[in-house]
């Protein structure tokens, strides 16, 4: 039986949060990722390098949560359940780089929703973008999302 998507959600901001950027981090997540690169592991390098100490990858701030929020609210506003979603893609745009220690405010809005229809019949796309700014409130990373349902 095909659902129906909340529309109405469209435009929807979400709970601001911060997040801190620990060094850690960072060097765990290029070693995840299989990012051998020695401006996010060598704090000797990240040091002498223009950027003054290391810097995270450019897919760093997919780790960017809210610990404290509810990570269903978006399917229960969309009327969704989540057996019904797949994640359709995800981009990250860096406007400068992000680097340990930095305390960032992360603004996540649902930006679209629209709707087509593909072999395995009609689907729903789920635009998430989340802005994450500086303490001088300086963009520093746009964060894309798409999850798809099965309607």
Do not use: W
């Not at 404290?68 to 990250?92: C, P, T, W, Y």
Request: glycine letters at 8%; charged letters at 30%; proline letters at 7%.
């Amino acid at each position: 039986m095909p659902i129906q998507i909340n529309h109405s959600v469209k435009g929807k901001e979400y709970a601001p949060f911060t997040v801190t950027v620990e060094r850690g981090h960072i060097k765990d997540f290029a070693r995840a990722i299989g990012d051998t690169n020695p401006f996010h592991l060598d704090d000797r390098v990240g040091a002498a390098s223009e950027f003054g100490d290391l810097v995270a990858p450019p897919t760093f701030p997919i780790t960017f949560r809210d610990e404290n929020a509810d990570m269903g609210a978006m399917l229960k506003d969309l009327g969704v359940d989540i057996s019904r979603i797949l994640h359709g893609e995800q981009e990250f745009e860096l406007h400068r780089p992000i680097r340990p220690g930095e305390t960032f405010l992360c603004r996540p809005k649902i930006t679209d929703i629209y709707e087509k229809s593909g072999k395995s019949g009609p689907m729903a796309f789920i635009v998430r973008e989340t802005y994450v700014t500086d303490k001088e409130n300086e963009l520093v990373a746009t964060l894309r999302g798409v999850t798809v349902v099965r309607l």
